[in-house]
T-cell receptor
Framework: GEDVEQSLFLSVREGDSSVINCTYTDSSSTYLYWYKQEPGAGLQLLTYIFSNMDMKQDQRLTVLLNKKDKHLSLRIADTQTGDSAIYFCAENGSGGYQKVTFGTGTKLQVIP | EAQVTQNPRYLITVTGKKLTVTCSQNMNHEYMSWYRQDPGLGLRQIYYSMNVEVTDKGDVPEGYKVSRKEKRNFPLILESPSPNQTSLYFC????????????FGSGTQLSVL
């Protein structure tokens, strides 16, 4: 079945860039997503990328997709303390949007 | 306000005592889903529903039931809860019109003693 992997923890200093990495196994994904989970809350979609794109930029967020290596990354420029959260990578694979598979989540800690 | 509402937020129960976690969305979404979140395992899909009276198993359906009698509601039923079902549960909904986006509830933290 589909598998999505992420490192569990990342710590950065406020103002630095954060890069969260993800690898996935299903090459038939149409969409790849990044969700953010703040403490005590549900997940919220941060951004997503179509599988035929290499890069997507949205304000401080840059998503890079290497389809050959099945590697997805999320870069947050000028990281702020409000960016502290758990970030989930996800892909919809061959099951369509109803079968989204999530990674384990990366907890981002921003040090003031 | 567009939202997915889950109740209760916190629930402590004992092994074998049937419980229901409710989920309701006000966005007329046809698709709804339940996930459980466990440390180090991310989110795993329990059941999903493509529309009224249409439900299907996700990756970890054992010990759970669902129903979809109305479009807005998708309750999760634990007929005989066990301690390994202690987890954080999320309901989510989506629509083909916005098929890139899942809307999540705030979560239900369940402890089974």
């Amino acid at each position: 079945g589909e598998d999505v992997e992420q490192s569990l923890f990342l710590s950065v200093r406020e103002g630095d860039s954060s890069v969260i990495n993800c690898t996935y196994t299903d090459s038939s994904s149409t969409y790849l997503y990044w969700y953010k989970q703040e403490p005590g809350a549900g997940l919220q979609l941060l951004t997503y990328i179509f599988s035929n794109m290499d890069m997507k930029q949205d304000q401080r967020l840059t998503v890079l997709l290497n389809k050959k290596d099945k590697h997805l990354s999320l870069r947050i420029a000028d990281t702020q303390t409000g960016d502290s959260a758990i970030y989930f990578c996800a892909e919809n694979g061959s099951g369509g949007y109803q079968k989204v598979t999530f990674g384990t989540g990366t907890k981002l800690q921003v040090i003031p | 306000e567009a939202q997915v509402t889950q109740n209760p937020r916190y629930l402590i129960t004992v092994t074998g005592k049937k419980l229901t976690v409710t989920c309701s969305q006000n966005m007329n979404h046809e698709y709804m889903s339940w996930y459980r979140q466990d440390p180090g395992l991310g989110l795993r899909q329990i059941y999903y529903s493509m529309n009224v009276e249409v439900t299907d198993k996700g990756d970890v359906p054992e010990g759970y039931k669902v129903s979809r009698k109305e479009k807005r509601n998708f309750p999760l039923i634990l007929e005989s809860p066990s301690p390994n079902q202690t987890s954080l549960y999320f309901c989510a909904s989506s629509s083909q019109a916005t098929n890139e986006k899942l809307f999540f509830g705030s979560g239900t933290q369940l402890s089974v003693l």
